[in-house]
């Protein structure tokens, strides 16, 4: 009987009966990269990932709470359990996975230059010798400019959040940003301050340092929430809660 329990107990295990549930993920966003993480006029945190983490928390019978963090901290919180998931724009990357795990893709958008309009400059180490292009700390685009950029000459510039970037750039303090591209088309280029700039040069390409996608972050240890949440997603995407969230935002398929 003690072995026919045993292996009762060892099959219930298997079928996950027995698996953690989430009722609260906690989730850690840097609200400064609309329209995929931003604060409302009321405070309210707004944006694609906002909604994505809502749909993935309701399709798991989660509540979802949103911790606030600093970009250059946010994978440092994570491992110190300040929050279950980092949902805020991050890009798969080698050097992430060296210390943390992803769900699967959430979407794909490509790297862009953004400089003044009729600038001349391009999204090349020989244009931008010289030049001063902010970044946001932490970001894979300021992992792309130290790499390939900073070593030939230009002056890469970094800052807390994307929103100080885009304030030097209008005060002449930088000749450049370089960020993502859909971010910088939405909230900056078609807004009233960035009437006056525009992209610069082509789209970049670099896995290594740009990656392969944006996804959630999480603990390599946590692997029954990756495998919650990746279901979660799939099953957004069946049932056409993501369709449905793009189409609020984009007008164009963001999961590249």
Same mark, same amino acid.
């Given at each position: 009987m003690k072995k026919l329990a045993l292996s009762a107990v060892l099959l219930?295990?298997?079928?996950?009966a027995y698996a953690k549930e989430w009722s609260?993920?906690?989730f850690g966003v840097d609200p400064s990269y609309a329209p995929f993480e931003s604060k409302a006029p009321d405070g309210k945190l707004v944006g694609f990932d906002i909604d994505i983490g809502n749909a993935i928390c309701s399709q798991l019978k989660a509540k979802c709470e949103w911790v606030e963090n600093a970009w250059d901290g946010i994978i440092p919180g994570l491992k110190a359990r300040k929050f =279950?998931?980092?949902l805020s724009s991050m890009s798969v990357t080698d050097k992430r996975l060296q210390q943390i795990a992803f769900s699967n893709?959430?979407?794909h958008t490509p790297t862009r230059l953004v400089a003044k309009k009729g600038s001349g400059l391009l999204a090349t180490s020989e244009s931008l010798r010289g030049r001063r292009v902010g970044v946001e700390q932490g970001s894979t685009q300021e992992a792309y400019a130290k790499t390939n950029w900073e070593p030939k000459g230009v002056s890469v510039v970094s800052y807390q959040n994307q929103d100080l970037v885009y304030?030097?750039?209008q005060a002449g303090r930088l000749d450049a940003a370089l960020q =993502?591209?859909?971010q910088a088309d939405l909230s900056f280029l078609k807004t009233k301050p960035g009437r006056d700039y525009a992209f610069a040069g082509a789209v970049l390409q670099d896995t290594k340092t740009l990656g392969v996608g944006a996804a959630i972050?999480?603990?390599?240890d946590d692997v029954e929430l990756k495998q919650a949440i990746n279901n979660a997603l799939a099953e957004i995407h069946k049932n056409g809660t993501y369709d449905k969230i793009q189409k609020k935002y984009f007008s164009f398929d963001i999961n590249g």
């Open positions: 219930l295990a298997a079928s996950g609260v993920i906690r =279950d998931g980092i893709k959430i979407y304030q030097d750039l =993502d591209a859909v972050g999480l603990r390599k």
